[in-house]
Structure formats: C-alpha cells, structure tokens
C-alpha cells in the first residue's frame, strides 16, 4: 500500500537559520507531489507542486524553495527563515482520492 | 487558476442538529470536488468526494451535492455528535491534469453536546 512520510514533526528554528523539511512515498512511483503550508487558524496554502523529478512549480513568491531529486522525494527549504515561514506544512501527493494523500506535517516555529 | 471560496467559517450547533457547508469554484475544468476534516493539530482527511458526473453523493450521516451549473457544491452532516467537531475544507481539482488541489478557507463546525 501506498504511504506518505514526513519529518520532523516539530521544529522551533531561530530567524535566519536554514530550512530542509523532507517527504517521501513509499508503494508507488512516479507520483504529482506537493506542499502546502497552514498558518495557525487558517487554510491550506498550496506552495510547490512537482509532476516529476527536477521539475517545480511554484505557486506564490515566498522565501522557500523545493526540490525533488528523486521520484518519490521532495524537499522544501529556505536559506533563511522569516518569522512569517511559521506555520503548519504538509506534504501530499496524487491521486487526491486516497485517504492517506497527507503527510502527518511538520509544526514550524520560527523564533 | 481555480480559486474556492468556502462559506460560513464557523457554524457552530446543537448535537442532533443538521450542519451544511457550501462552497463555490471558479474554473468550470474542475471535476473532482473532495471534502476533508482536520481535527486539531492533525493531518486533513479525506472524509468523502464526489466528480463532476455525479449530482450527490452520500455516505451514512453525510452527504455532499454538486451544481455543476451554477459551480458549487455543499457538505451536509445530519444528526451530528460532538465527535464532529473540526475544521472542515472543501477543494477542488481536475483530475487528469496536474491534479493539485486548491482549498477553501475551511469552517470551523463546534458540536455543543
């Protein structure tokens, strides 16, 4: 079966610091990946969508970057944090259908 | 691009009561519509979905119609518990295609026992 991970859970990073959050699938290949971000109290931003490796689109300027250098991997970072990169991010993938399209997300808090 | 707009966001109930949620799309190529429950602190679910195909869709004590039309489509929950109680999001997406989904805001819907 098909499988999502995700990691950290949490994490508390000081202004300016770096970023790597990482996502893996496991039981399919060749998946659409994704990241969203949700602000505390608040929806679900879609920041990066991948249809393959090495390709990324982004949805919105920000201060965060992706990448995928594998099929079933994806990286989202930044080279410097802001105190607005705080928020609640979740990595998906396709098909949407599946139950367990989300990954169970990283808490960051940027202090 | 597709936007989603979600309406009310919070509604707040009787246990037993009926809860509806409503939410409207823009991009006419959207053909599948899922719903998704967050309870606090975790991961949304996929709790029920229907395509462009299909009017309404049930699934025990909830149910979801779509108006391809007039481009919306609402979530009904009947005889609700305090259990359901989270945050609700619909969304939208074209299956076929890059498949990403775009969200509504979502709704809070508290259950006061």
């Known amino acids: 079966s098909q499988t999502i991970h995700q990691w950290p859970a949490t994490l508390v990073q000081p202004v300016g610091s770096p970023l790597s959050l990482e996502c893996t699938v496991e039981?399919?290949?060749?998946?659409?990946l994704y990241w969203y971000r949700q602000a505390a109290g608040r929806g679900l931003q879609l920041l990066f969508y991948?249809?393959?490796?090495?390709?990324i689109s982004s949805e919105v300027p920000q201060n965060l970057s992706a990448s995928r250098p594998q099929d079933r991997q994806f990286i989202l970072s930044s080279k410097k944090l802001l105190l607005s990169d705080s928020g609640f991010y979740l990595c998906a993938w396709s098909p949407p259908a599946l139950p367990g399209r989300f990954g169970s997300g990283t808490r960051l808090t940027v202090v | 691009g597709e936007n989603v707009e979600q309406h009310p966001s919070t509604l707040s109930v009787q246990e037993g009561d009926s809860a509806v949620i409503k939410c409207t799309y823009s991009?006419?190529?959207?053909?599948?519509f899922p719903w998704y429950k967050q309870e606090l602190g975790k991961r949304p679910q996929l709790i029920i979905d229907?395509?462009?195909?299909?009017g309404e869709k049930k699934d025990q004590r909830i149910a979801v119609t779509l108006n391809k039309t007039a481009k919306h489509f609402s979530l009904h929950i009947t005889e609700t518990q305090p259990e359901d109680s989270a945050v609700y999001f619909c969304?939208?997406?074209?299956?076929?295609?890059?498949?990403?989904?775009?969200f509504g805001k979502g709704m809070k819907l508290t259950v006061n026992p």
């Open positions: 991948s249809v393959g490796i090495g390709q």
């Open positions: 991009d006419s190529a959207s053909n599948y």
């Open positions: 229907i395509r462009s195909n299909v």
């Open positions: 039981g399919t290949s060749n998946p659409n």
């Open positions: 969304a939208a997406s074209w299956e076929g295609g890059s498949e990403k989904l775009v």
